[in-house]
């Protein structure tokens, strides 16, 4: 059986695609970089995190973006015609007033790991964008192409436009193809693709909360009119009918008799056995707290098409913890290491920073088994902060750091945080106190963007290399630090996890809690911190209650 979620901490709006006897799934990443996550899979059972697809800043600059910004639902297909990849891709800049200023972007590949072409502009028609390669060579793109009008009906309605196949120029405006199936609001993600003559449309509604499901329709013509699916939703976490909301949380759609909340935002592949698998967005949160540590993470349901055409999943409508494995043989694939000792000649591709390449502060070569971090502006900036982070996959564990680091001035700091992002998160630093004359270690809180330095906590620092420690014991956390990796002293109180959640932190916030190493020098950004290693100690599966 296949235990889900299978893409566990912040895998959100998964796009899957198949080329031969390989699986490819590519998830939102929004303001973290490298950007475009792909996971790989032969089983659809076991994933291995394969590539990261924009790299540099000729391809895309995050800076200065809000959080939960950037690079909105990439869209990966597989065109058998030319054995191309290609990735439809949105980036988010605003969603001020309503406006959401998004600009999509196609580029191609030939090989899944690149190189990928510069990113070629389509338009700014709404965001969530799609590319479909019908049959006949041609090439479309579809969006939600979002209502900003008063007296209009919002969210808005899809639409659909042929693209130059070569050059993505679209062959004129965007027309509007279909309004949702549901009452629920919110419509987007769409995707378009073609079975037995038929043009099918997949897209979500609820919005990306409780209420949050799959829809489907379907017509002969590629611009409509489309029939819904007369058992719509196809998946959702809460199958009762509710009308939309404001607010895109919907908390009142909480289903206290599923583990998988959330459910929504799908992409289905039909494999050469006849079978078809889906995956979608989910979330586990915290109860009674209802919060999504995690974030939205990805999982996967088997399908089945009826005789009359439509998809339907296997076992009903709601999201399953166990799903049957396809008739494929079972491929072991090559995990995040646990451990990590910067021992390579590169960082390992599951490490991201906020908006900037991790290799702008990130060496190591500088020293050997060590990797270097030149310290940045404050962890609230956004625009150049050196933190080196991961994606938290779980909530019980231990996650330990090494770092050798002596601060000269109090604007010098470094340490291990988890964050969620520049106004949220907890940060464990070693740092130069005037007030001791000496280092010390000391905690900085960042809630909605107001700064507590914990100075009753403020500890002395000896001037050799440490141990700092994050315990995390479901909803709460603490930290520790020690000099021999064995014994270990608590520094500070209980932190409450929860809060490292897009349900606390507001709207306009679609990630999820990373664990981090970084290093602060508001003076002259040169001043630097080495650490070791990172032992990620983390129980994925032990599950949040």
Not at 83 to 97: E, K, P, R, V
Not at 188 to 214: D, Q, R, S
Not at 483 to 495: E, H, K, P, V, W
Request: glycine letters at 8%; hydrophobic letters at 30%; proline letters at 5%.
């Amino acid at each position: 059986m296949i235990k889900n979620p299978i893409l566990k901490g912040c895998n959100p709006d998964p796009s899957i695609c198949r080329k031969g006897s390989e699986y490819y799934i590519a998830v939102s990443s929004f303001e973290w970089f490298p950007a475009i996550p792909v996971y790989r899979s032969e089983d659809l059972k076991n994933w291995e995190l394969f590539t990261n697809v924009l790299t540099d800043y000729s391809q895309i600059d995050l800076r200065n973006l809000p959080s939960g910004k950037g690079i909105w639902a990439p869209c990966l297909t597989y065109c058998e015609q030319n054995d191309m990849f290609y990735i439809l891709f949105g980036c988010m800049h605003s969603t001020n007033a309503r406006y959401h200023d998004c600009e999509n972007f196609i580029t191609c590949a030939k090989d899944i790991k690149g190189p990928w072409s510069k990113p070629v502009y389509v338009h700014s028609a709404g965001f969530d964008a799609s590319l479909f390669h019908d049959d006949n060579g041609r090439k479309y793109v579809c969006s939600i192409d979002w209502e900003t009008r008063e007296g209009y009906e919002k969210p808005g309605e899809i639409c659909v436009v042929e693209i130059d196949a070569k050059t993505f120029k679209p062959l004129g405006f965007p027309k509007r193809i279909y309004r949702g199936a549901t009452e629920r609001g919110c419509l987007e993600a769409p995707h378009i693709t073609k079975k037995n003559g038929f043009y099918y449309l997949m897209c979500a509604e609820g919005g990306t909360g409780y209420g949050h499901c799959v829809t489907m329709a379907r017509s002969r013509d590629i611009f409509g009119v489309y029939e819904t699916d007369p058992e719509n939703p196809i998946l959702t976490s809460y199958p009762n009918n509710f009308t939309r909301s404001a607010d895109h949380v919907v908390t009142s759609c909480f289903n206290p008799n599923v583990r998988l909340q959330k459910a929504g935002h799908g992409s289905y592949v039909d494999l050469p056995n006849g079978q078809t698998y889906l995956v979608h967005l989910c979330g586990r949160p915290f109860v009674p707290e209802l919060r999504c540590t995690l974030g939205r993470e990805t999982a996967i349901e088997q399908m089945e098409w009826t005789n009359d055409g439509w998809l339907r999943k296997v076992g009903g409508k709601l999201p399953e913890d166990f799903v049957k494995e396809p008739d494929l043989k079972e491929t072991k694939v090559t995990k995040t290491p646990d451990f990590d000792g910067f021992d390579e000649d590169n960082l390992g591709n599951h490490f991201y920073s906020p908006r900037i390449s991790p290799t702008d502060f990130a060496d190591i070569t500088a020293r050997k088994s060590y990797v270097r971090i030149r310290g940045g502006e404050s962890f609230c900036s956004p625009y150049s902060a050196s933190i080196l982070a991961r994606k938290l996959t779980g909530v019980y564990g231990t996650i330990t750091a090494k770092l050798d680091f002596t601060p000269e001035i109090y604007k010098h700091s470094a340490g291990v945080l988890l964050y969620y992002n520049n106004l949220n998160f907890v940060y464990l630093r070693k740092y130069f106190s005037e007030t001791l004359n000496a280092p010390a270690f000391g905690i900085v809180k960042l809630e909605h963007g107001e700064k507590t330095e914990f100075t009753d906590t403020r500890t002395h620092a000896e001037n050799k290399e440490v141990y700092m420690r994050i315990s995390l014991n479901g909803r709460e956390f603490h930290f520790e630090y020690g000099y021999d990796g064995i014994n270990f002293s608590r520094i500070g109180g209980n932190f409450d996890l929860t809060k490292l959640s897009d349900d606390y932190v507001g709207f306009g916030s679609y990630t999820g809690a990373f664990f981090g190493i970084g290093c602060i020098d508001l003076m002259f950004h040169q001043k630097t911190a080495d650490f070791d290693f990172i032992d990620y100690k983390i129980d994925e599966d032990k599950d949040i209650e």
